[in-house]
């Protein structure tokens, strides 16, 4: 929650962490633009896990020394927005820009059923976030 008791914005964050680093001197790396939702979900595990806050990704394998413990692999492959904001201050941002590794893009969906599903879940997160 940020200040007021209104959730925290996670891609402001982000953006504020990965030019903090900047400022610090940190060596630049390559910045992806166009991971999807469905290659997200595909890094589901401990030895290679990425997650999303927002619309950055993170790839946080085999991070054992996370403050929390192994929690973290629970969400490899998936949104950890909520998450993320439930039980981080704001201040956790900071230390995320080293597994910083892209942004999500939108999925082209094929199948009329998923799409539906797809736009039924946007809409219902929509409505609490």
Known sequence: MGKGGQLYDASVGAKQAHVSAQKAGAKSKVIREDITVKELRSHNTVSDA????????YDVSNWHAHPGGSVIFTHAGDDM???FNMFHPPSAFAGLNKFYIGNLVADVIEDETEKANDLKQRNYERAYR
């Open 81 to 83: 927005t909520d998450v």
């Open 50 to 57: 990425w997650m999303s806050i927002g619309t950055k990704v």
